[in-house]
């Protein structure tokens, strides 16, 4: 059990956010009085406090009554380009508190004081300012404490992004359309879905009560102009040809005066996807499809509840590249059981399949995931093994001549990673790069989804959610439409 004291500030959640990625460990409570540690505590005291009209914090860490590690900063040494106190004051509180805790651990962990934000957000905020390559990597490594290796990969992959991303466009938006079912529940899964078993019944009502809101979305955004289509949830391909079809068809006659640069249907799961399902996809304009593995291992699919064979993978895989997609693979480094032998076995795999795209993802511990109740009955990758089996990714994606492309992190990650997609050239997603930047507007449809509409005078994001649940969504559907009208009328 860790406790923690805090004095003079009230960045509770970030405090709680970095002492976790740091420890790898979620068993932590706020103290307001010492006297309540025991001896098997380990105590971290965070005092925020003015002197000599400047700022600074201390920080005490104290294991079985002694101090182990300490740390004095002053605000003056905070430059993160931002004119904005608070944010100064919270960026010296989570310095402090690293230097202090990383006094204490073995190694140095890559995303030094990063909690929640997308990191490449952090380089394109400060090339937006003409801050120069060498000042970025400066305040990247010295303020943020990232490693340099991550560093480097941050400056590359925002580089990258910015020229298909800027000059912003208000006036630009994408469309993402939510399926939330599936064939099955994978265990680690947290994302809307619902199994087609339990709830097939709602499909045809639900397909019914989108296609309305993709009709009202096009009334709405009739001056606007669509840059690329993603539909995802969930399994889009786990319902009928049919229902895909028509919900591919609504999207170009509501959208007819748009040319949209990008249309992607996430196929995902192997089970779904048959010659049919791509023919229809093929003939209906759709060029992206993502077919995902997870992994290449017989033995953890089945302990994942993927429902779907190695030999499945790449029977549909090799039909779809038939055909012409551009395909995009997904994988999870740190699936239950699996180490660095089976991650090489994977990516030898991949490897012969050669895709265009690879995702590759480190295992997260979703609180609405089957995983989470079940995590002690399985075996999980850590900390130095993690940072072994994303190297051998990263090597393979280099044989394969694919390059970084965009980068995100998520809470409860193994070994506090990351997820990093990767591209062969001229290959890149725009919708993967747009929805991680949140620098274009986003209108999304359906039970889930989350639209998202970027103002760029002030350079913000207005989240306009729809509600979760099935049942919930085609309740209230008339209400989400109303909620985007409400937000795009200020527009
Ligand atoms: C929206 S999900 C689903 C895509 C599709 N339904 C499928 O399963 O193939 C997108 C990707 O997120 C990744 N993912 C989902 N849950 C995860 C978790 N708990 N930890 C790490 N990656 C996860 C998986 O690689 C998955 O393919
Ligand atoms: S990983 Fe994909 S198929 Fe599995 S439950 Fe999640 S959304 Fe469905």
């Not at 991680?436 to 002030?458: C, H, L, N, R, W």
Request: glycine fraction near 4%.
């Amino acid at each position: 059990m860790i406790k923690v004291l805090i004095k003079g500030h009230n960045f509770k959640y970030d405090v709680f956010e970095l002492i976790r990625s740091l420890y790898e460990d979620n068993n932590i409570e706020f103290i307001e009085d010492e006297a309540l540690v025991n001896n098997q505590s380990l105590l971290i005291e965070n005092n925020l406090y003015k002197k000599n009209e400047t700022y600074e914090v201390e920080t005490v860490i104290i294991k079985e009554y002694n101090i182990i590690s300490k740390s004095l900063d002053n605000i003056t040494n905070v430059d993160i380009k931002k004119d904005n106190e608070k944010k100064n004051i919270k960026t010296l509180v989570k310095q402090s508190l690293f230097n202090a805790i990383t006094k204490t651990l073995n190694n140095k962990p890559s995303w030094g004081i990063l909690t929640g934000i997308r990191p490449t957000k952090i380089v394109h905020d400060l090339l937006d300012k003409n801050i120069n390559r060498k000042e970025i990597k400066d305040i990247l490594m010295n303020q943020y404490k990232i490693s340099r290796e991550k560093t480097n990969l941050l400056i590359s992959i925002a580089k990258r992004e910015r020229s298909f991303i800027y000059p912003l466009d208000k006036d630009k938006f994408s469309l993402y359309i939510s399926i939330p079912f599936c064939p099955t529940r994978c265990i680690y899964c947290s994302f809307p879905s619902n199994s087609l078993k339990k709830s097939s019944s709602l499909v045809n009502i639900y397909i019914e009560k989108l296609l309305y809101e993709i009709e009202k979305i096009g009334q709405l955004t009739k001056d606007m102009k669509l840059e690329a289509v993603y539909i995802g949830g969930g399994t889009p391909t786990s319902i009928s040809n049919n229902d895909l079809k028509r919900i591919i068809n609504k999207i170009y006659e509501v959208f007819s005066k748009n040319t949209f640069k990008e249309f992607t249907v996430e196929a995902g799961r192997p089970d779904t996807i048959n010659l049919e399902l791509l023919n229809m996809l093929k003939s209906n304009g759709v060029e992206r499809i993502s077919i995902n593995p997870q992994t290449m291992c017989n033995k953890t699919l089945e302990k994942i509840g993927r429902n779907h064979t190695r030999e499945d993978i790449i029977k549909t895989y090799e039909l779809a590249k038939r055909l012409g997609f551009t395909i995009n693979m997904d994988l999870i480094v740190g699936l239950p059981e699996e180490g660095i032998n089976e991650i090489e076995y994977t990516m030898k795999e991949i490897k012969k399949l050669n895709p265009d795209n690879l995702t590759v993802h480190t295992l997260a511990i979703k609180k609405a995931s089957k995983l989470m109740e079940k995590e002690r009955n399985f075996k999980l990758a850590m900390g130095n093994d993690i940072k072994e089996m994303l190297k051998i990714t990263k090597q393979y994606t280099k044989e394969m001549k694919m390059h970084p492309y965009y980068l995100y992190r998520q809470k409860k990650i193994l070994g506090n990673y990351e997820n990093v997609g990767y591209c062969k050239i001229n290959k890149e997603c725009i919708y993967n790069m747009l929805i991680m930047e949140e620098k274009q507007t986003i209108i999304a449809a359906g039970a889930g989804a989350v639209s998202k509409i970027y103002f760029p005078d002030s350079n913000r994001i207005q989240r306009v959610p729809n509600v979760k649940g099935l049942n919930e969504y085609i309740k209230r559907n008339g209400e989400m439409i109303e909620r985007k009208k409400k937000h795009l009328l200020t527009y």
